[in-house]
């Protein structure tokens, strides 16, 4: 009996922990070429303010794929790491200065290219497998 309690403590711990607290935010998106600098001044200004509250350099890093790839859709993608969900929520609660850059993102022209309808923007926090 004591054997199969501990084997059932074993078990239960095992599936209880097994999971990473790593996490990323990952988003595919497509973005006409003339509003791709407009996106880049605005992601290097939110890699700024996370850098002063101490997030480190180039948070929010954007990817896409060559010229001469033939996807047709989802042909840029952006990624941010983070070591937990409390570290995720810390990243998204900044203050008046990210809520207003934020929110010049959405009320302004670059949110209409960002739908959240898994058709013109995918976007998933993920974490590791192990």
Known sequence: ??????????????FLFAQNKERLSVHY????????????????KMNLILENEGFGKN???????????KAKTFRYFRISSYTSDKHYEMTHNL??????????????????????DDKTHIYRKVYRVE
């Open 1 to 14: 009996m004591k054997n199969i309690i501990i084997s059932f403590f074993i078990l239960f711990s095992t």
């Open 29 to 44: 998106f497509d973005l006409p070429s003339e509003k791709e600098a407009a996106f880049m001044k605005w992601t290097k």
């Open 59 to 69: 948070f929010y890093k954007v990817y896409k794929v060559k010229s001469d790839d």
């Open 95 to 116: 203050g008046d200065s990210y809520d207003k850059h934020l929110a010049a993102f959405w009320d302004g022209e670059l949110g209409d290219f960002f739908s959240m």
